[in-house]
């Protein structure tokens, strides 16, 4: 069981790395390191675009089957949430197990240990320190990409999760949403053979308190 003795606090969660790397037919570099995935180098080339009759959305539902998630994926720009872009008000999910494992000794005070009451408290207040939300916001993904926008998450970063300061929210956990690219190949003049391909997009879903570099 963890100690931690007030005052002074010190309570730094444990360092952690988790990393993947794959290559999804030779179109994308999925490294967790790297996450959120950053934008995919495009050539400026309008004959290498889809054109409107490539742009059926019945069709293109059919060729992406049940992997359309309306609650992340959109074919028009979506309206975007303010609270997308703010931490939670109020923390969420299940308090983490080595907090429940903590045990306090005060110092200074009648009783050395805590009641239930005030021990739920500092772990409510250490909670609230560490706690890593993932944020979510609408991302463009360009025309060769079907559904064109993605619900995609970040790691909230405005502050320092752990005490005393130094550690940072980073992502722990991903999870890939599938979608469709526009792929050409062959000689641009003339000969070019292009076709909805469905390729995998990595994004956060989980963020934990860890070191940063």
Request: positive net charge.
């Given at each position: 069981?963890?100690?931690?003795?007030?005052?002074?606090?010190?309570?730094?969660?444990?360092?952690?790395?988790?990393?993947?790397?794959?290559?999804?037919?030779?179109?994308?570099?999925?490294?967790?390191?790297?996450?959120?995935?950053?934008?995919?180098?495009?050539?400026?080339?309008?004959?290498?675009?889809?054109?409107?009759?490539?742009?059926?959305?019945?069709?293109?539902?059919?060729?992406?089957?049940?992997?359309?998630?309306?609650?992340?994926?959109?074919?028009?720009?979506?309206?975007?949430?303010?609270?997308?872009?703010?931490?939670?008000?109020?923390?969420?999910?299940?308090?983490?197990?080595?907090?429940?494992?903590?045990?306090?000794?005060?110092?200074h005070a009648k009783k050395p240990k805590p009641?239930?009451?005030?021990?739920?408290?500092?772990?409510?207040?250490?909670?609230?320190?560490?706690?890593?939300?993932?944020?979510?916001?609408?991302?463009?993904?360009?025309?060769?990409?079907?559904?064109?926008?993605?619900?995609?998450?970040?790691?909230?970063?405005?502050?320092?999760?752990?005490?005393?300061?130094?550690?940072?929210?980073?992502?722990?956990?991903?999870?890939?949403?599938?979608?469709?690219?526009?792929?050409?190949?062959?000689?641009?003049?003339?000969?070019?053979?292009?076709?909805?391909?469905?390729?995998?997009?990595?994004?956060?879903?989980?963020?934990?308190?860890?070191?940063?570099?």
């Open positions: 069981m963890l100690r931690l003795n007030f005052l002074g606090l010190t309570y730094l969660p444990i360092c952690q790395s988790q990393g993947v790397c794959q290559h999804y037919y030779h179109l994308r570099p999925i490294p967790s390191d790297t996450l959120p995935a950053g934008p995919i180098p495009e050539v400026p080339d309008p004959s290498l675009d889809p054109r409107e009759k490539d742009l059926n959305e019945t069709e293109l539902r059919s060729i992406l089957g049940g992997h359309f998630d309306a609650d992340f994926m959109s074919v028009s720009q979506p309206d975007e949430e303010p609270s997308d872009r703010e931490p939670p008000r109020r923390l969420q999910g299940a308090m983490p197990e080595d907090l429940l494992a903590l045990d306090f000794d005060l110092q009641s239930k009451k005030l021990r739920r408290r500092l772990q409510l207040w250490l909670w609230s320190y560490t706690f890593c939300p993932v944020l979510h916001a609408w991302t463009d993904m360009g025309s060769r990409f079907w559904p064109r926008h993605l619900k995609v998450g970040t790691c909230y970063n405005k502050r320092s999760c752990s005490l005393p300061e130094g550690m940072v929210c980073k992502p722990a956990k991903s999870a890939h949403l599938t979608l469709l690219r526009w792929r050409c190949l062959g000689p641009r003049k003339g000969g070019l053979r292009c076709a909805w391909i469905p390729v995998r997009y990595p994004v956060i879903t989980e963020c934990k308190c860890s070191c940063s570099p």
